[in-house]
Structures are given as C-alpha cells and as structure tokens.
C-alpha cells in the first residue's frame, strides 16, 4: 500500500482560498439591445466573481457610465435567454450602452503585476485597453495593472466614470482638430476666422466644448464655434454656460432647409465639423456645409463604414474625412489632473442606482437627462445592509 503524500498546508490554504472566491457572487447588469419598450432591456443577474488576472487586478466598481463604446459584432442582435450569454472577465459582450467607463477601487492585485503606484483599496478608473468589451459587472477583470490610473481624493467617483471613454475621445477629437485649426488661420488673411460645427449637445460635445475652450485660449476670438442639435436636452447648458450659437436639426424640416439653416447660423460654409452623432443623414448634412478643402472629423468606430461611403463624394469636394482613435494612456492621466484641479469643468451628471438602470435608460430615451447618466453599485457594507 503506497504512503500518501502530505498536504502542503500553504497549497490548502490556497485552494481552500480559491474555492471561496469561485463560491462568491457578485451582481451583473447587462443592458442589451432595447426594444420600443426601453423597460424590457435590462436584466440582472447573479454571477461568479471574476478571477484575478496574473499580471494585472480585479477592480469593485463603484460607478460605471453609461456611455459611448459600441457593441461588438456578436451582439447585433437581441438575446433570446439567458444562458445564451457569454462572459469575458465579467463582461457580457452583448451590453449595449454601458461602456468601459468605470471607476472603482482595487480588491486585489495579481501575483506578477509589474511595479505600479497602484495599492489595494486605490480609487482608481479602468484604460480602455485595446481588444476590452463593453459592459461590466460589480467587479471587473483588468489583465494588465498598467491601465489602473490612480484619480485624486477630492474627485469624486461618479465624475471619474465619465473620463476613460467619453471625456478622453473628446479631449483627442480636440487635440486632431487643432492642427487642423491652426492650418487653416494661416491660409486665411489677418483676422480671419475658422468656422468649427460640433454636431450633437450630449455628454461629448458637453466635454468637446469644455475642452477646447480651455486649449484653445489664444485663438478664440479667431474661432467660431456652432453647435448643431440634434434635441433638446443640452441646449440651455451650450447656451447659457458655453457661449456658443445653436443651430436645432429639426426633422421635421427638409434637408435642404436645415442645410440653409446651419449654413445661415454658422455664418456660412465651414471649416471643420466634428460629428459626435455621426449617422449617414448628419454625415451627408454636415458635408453639405464644409467648404472646399474643410475637414470632417468622426470616431473611428463610425469611420470604417462612412470612408467607404463617402469617400468618392468627399474627393469631389475636397474635403477630408478624419477617424479620430479614443486617445491614449497619457492623455487619461493628464485629463484626470485638469478635472481634479478644477481647470476644466466636467458636463452635469445624474446618478442612478444600478439596480434601477431601467429608469437611467427611459430617461436617455426620452432627451429627459442633460449631460451623463453615471450607474451606482452599492459598496458590500450597504449591499449587506440592504
């Protein structure tokens, strides 16, 4: 009879400790692709904690944005159970809006992270990492502790939500179009004007417009910038608190006439149009309204389908068709400093329990929210509390 060999009490602890956290669970909101009932797209769920990634930390989400990142190709369509769903370091790559916008604090770091200022218990935003899915749950995966990016004490977490996607496309958007700013008042005369439309009064634009007024002080008075509406929420806060000139894209009117319209707001063609929106119809506006040689600039996960669309067009017009990429690593941190000192203001923001994201939604689509809605999960004292 062979001698049994001797638990290593380091090894039973360990699998006794990873036992425990397979046994935990952790709540999932998944809001997939809505029907005309925008009740009926949220679904709650109960899920394993996801497991620590070697080389990077699982991240408690405290606030998570309701946000930007479009659906990956496997979730073009409805779920029809719930079993049909896929996780990906507690991700659900069939959610729609909530993006990779979270912030949080970290539960654990992994065994081979590399050498970081991060440490449990740090509030913290999540990079979007190239290859990340949308979605998220009340903890998340993160497989490289590099995209950890420490936000100060004074900053609030529901502000920090709002900054690794929206905020950071935005501030790159600005950055692109600047150079193309600049170029343009050296073609003009001596107190020429380069004519910008910013399409949409949601929270991008809201952050487009912050961001550019605070990098683009020594060119203002040569820079005229109209917003273009798509609805009403928004407009009194461009109004009143961002001093700039509204056009309302009204579908009511013809295309022609809305056309005439923002060419009679913008003081006629213009010289850049950022497209937030980005829809063929706004594209197809908008062209209509840059001047020869003017410049269009799109997110790049619009930008694939329209360059292929309107390429030929643009050519005849010359005019150009930029895809603007979300923006890098170094530009979330410097984005978290002037946010944190004050320098540039974040757009308001409502927060809503994320056990009632139906009602975040209804009110998206409804225009009944001004800025961002920002989704809340509760820490584990008042989880357990409740």
Not at 206 to 232: G, S
């Amino acid at each position: 009879m062979s001698k049994l060999e001797p638990l290593n009490l380091g090894e039973r602890v360990r699998s006794v400790s990873e036992s425990s956290e397979m046994a935990r669970l952790m709540k999932q909101v998944s809001i997939e692709s809505p029907t005309h009932k925008l009740w009926d797209c949220i679904f709650n769920f109960d899920e394993p904690m996801p497991e620590v990634p070697d080389t990077g930390a699982r991240v408690k989400v405290r606030n998570a944005g309701v946000c930007y990142r479009l659906r990956s190709a496997s979730s073009s369509a409805s779920i029809k159970s719930i079993e049909s769903l896929t996780i990906h370091h507690s991700v659900r790559d069939t959610s729609l809006f909530p993006g990779y916008e979270v912030a949080g604090t970290v539960d654990v770091i992994g065994s081979n992270a590399s050498e970081s200022d991060v440490r449990i218990g740090d509030r913290v935003i999540v990079y979007p990492y190239e290859g990340h899915p949308p979605g998220y749950g009340e903890y998340i995966a993160v497989p490289d502790i590099k995209y950890l990016v420490k936000i100060p004490d004074d900053m609030s977490l529901s502000v920090a939500a709002m900054l690794p996607s929206g905020a950071l496309w935005a501030m790159n958007t600005v950055f692109q179009a600047r150079e193309h700013v600049n170029h343009i008042l050296t073609t003009k005369a001596a107190g020429g004007t380069c004519s910008v439309l910013l399409v949409g009064t949601g929270g991008l634009a809201m952050w487009a417009l912050r961001i550019a007024q605070y990098f683009w002080p020594a060119n203002e008075d040569h820079i005229k910038i109209t917003v273009a509406c798509l609805r009403d929420e928004g407009i009194s806060i461009a109004k009143e608190q961002l001093n700039v000139d509204i056009v309302q894209w009204s579908e009511e009117l013809f295309e022609e006439q809305l056309v005439d319209r923002t060419r009679d707001a913008c003081g006629g063609h213009v010289d850049i149009v950022i497209d937030f929106s980005a829809t063929s119809r706004s594209v197809r506006r908008a062209m209509k309204c840059l001047t020869p040689g003017g410049v269009m600039l799109v997110s790049a996960e619009h930008a694939e389908s329209f360059l292929a669309r309107y390429s030929r067009e643009a050519e005849k017009s010359n005019h150009k068709l930029i895809a603007v990429q979300l923006g890098s690593l170094d530009q979330l941190k410097n984005l978290v400093q002037l946010v944190s000192t004050k320098q540039i203001e974040p757009p308001p923001h409502h927060i809503f329990p994320a056990d009632r994201a139906n009602e975040a939604i209804a009110k998206i689509g409804k225009g009944q929210i001004q800025g961002r809605a920002i989704l809340e999960f509760p820490e584990e004292e008042e989880a357990a509390a409740e």
